[in-house]
């Protein structure tokens, strides 16, 4: 129940917006994430947007596990 | 898909298994909180990439499943009242009550409907005027402030006839119980990633203070529950547990504040009943009185029997972590997806659904004791 999937925001509307993931279009409300704005990605939960993704972080992380991995293969 | 396919990478789940390996030298047990990562572990293998030094335990993590009974049977209850719609997840409808299920119910003339979110029960609302719409509040921090929202829109859109039955439940104060009991012994926790979305990390504090256990939080992918694993490990070899969040892109240490002052506005803390835990202090929300015609609880009144849990259903031992799914004498036998006898065989996020689904031989090795204690 406490799944959220990230989609990304085509379009805003007050306190709604317009969300895509795969292809497939689906209004949510972001109403508990105002800052969210056209282009980022939310994680929706049960018709809600509930935070935005921090792309930065996302590359961070993926930075890490490269190097990680990279590491594993010198062994 | 972004932010998913990348962090399910083979290769890169090799690099973080090998380091984790040559990490662990300590036999450690972790418990993932969440029934998210319940499934996420065992459909991705996760038990089969880290080393036997580390054990796993699932938690209280899924809502369906944490729902007492008794108040079960008091949404049945209420799904008898004349002109009233029941809304719920889809989940709760097949969890069986001491005496019925909501889907019996409906079978029997009530009117239950599965909805996806809140602004759909407050949809049914205004298309029903004549009735009364009862959602059924559960789930985490994660999911109350859709909750609070409903609340508030149905408020300001002065929809009379739509009600909560409020058993919603708080994540950190479960952890304090489930860690003063003392019963599992536990040396990190895999923090649950989106209820912390809301959150933030600081409620989880007190874990790493007072109990000296580590706490990662973590996303639901399976890399990004193996780099959880690897800072837990970290943590425990070098005897420093602490409150890290592995799950950054979708984690800040002070959460969602908007969603949570929220919450805060049309909900108050107080105790909760816990399946297979009890009455836990401090970790369920109320409606604050301001709200309380939107409080089911206050409108409507049922008389309900004394609850009985189902007979050799193991759940409340499998939610507090001291009992493996297999280790229940009805797993697999005479509890079954199609024939679930508790909820955490109902639940796509109840441990036992997700050992049945995913359970093949190879993915539960360590586990062949118990399967042997079972068939035998």
Known sequence: MCLAIPVKIVSIDGDEAETEIAGVRRRVSIALTPEAKLGDYVLLHTGYAIGVIDEAEANETLKLLEEIASLSEVH | ?376
Not at chain 2, 212 to 241: M, T
Not at chain 2, 357 to 373: R, W
């Open chain 2, 1 to 376: 898909m972004k932010f998913i396919d990348e962090y399910q990478d083979n290769k890169l789940a090799r690099g973080l298994a090998y380091k984790i390996a040559k990490r662990s030298t300590k036999t450690i047990r972790l418990m993932e909180f969440c029934g998210g990562h319940t499934h996420a572990i065992l459909r991705y293998g996760i038990r089969q990439l880290v080393p036997k030094t580390v054990e796993m335990r699932s938690g209280p993590g899924c809502p369906v499943c944490v729902t007492a009974t008794a108040d079960l049977d008091k949404a049945i209850a209420l799904a008898h009242l004349p002109d009233v719609i029941i809304t719920t997840f889809g989940d709760m409808i097949r969890v069986p009550g001491s005496y019925s299920s909501l889907q019996q119910a409906k079978a029997e003339g009530a009117d239950v409907r599965i909805v996806y979110s809140t602004i759909d029960a407050v949809e049914i609302a205004k298309a029903n005027p004549k009735k009364s719409v009862i959602f059924i509040g559960i789930g985490f921090e994660t999911t109350a402030p859709t909750i609070a929202a409903s609340i508030l829109k149905a408020q300001q859109e002065k929809i009379e006839n739509f009600y909560v039955l409020s058993l919603n439940k708080l994540t950190p104060p479960v952890m304090k119980a489930l860690l003063d009991s003392g019963e599992v012994k536990l040396d990190g926790i895999i923090g649950p990633g989106h209820v912390s979305v809301i959150i933030g990390s600081h409620p989880y504090e007190f874990i790493p203070r007072d109990y000296r256990v580590a706490c990662v939080i973590s996303g639901f992918e399976p890399l990004d529950i193996l780099l959880c694993i690897d800072k837990l490990v970290e943590q425990i070899e070098k005897g420093e547990p602490k409150v890290e969040i592995a799950y950054p892109r979708g984690v800040r240490a002070g959460g969602n504040r908007k969603a949570w002052q929220l919450t805060e506005r049309v909900f108050e803390i107080g105790e909760a009943n816990w399946r297979g835990i009890g009455i836990v202090p401090q970790s369920g929300l109320k409606i604050r009185k301001k709200y309380e015609r939107f409080d089911a609880d206050e409108a409507f009144s049922v008389s309900l029997n004394l609850s009985r849990e189902p007979k050799g259903c193991r759940c409340g031992d499998v939610i507090r972590g001291a009992a493996m799914p297999l280790e229940c004498k009805l797993f697999r036998k005479v509890c079954t997806p199609e024939s679930p006898v508790g909820p955490c065989m109902v639940s796509s996020e109840g441990a036992c659904a997700a050992y049945y689904q995913y359970g093949t031989p190879e993915n539960l090795q360590g586990f062949k004791a118990d399967m042997e204690q079972v068939d035998g």
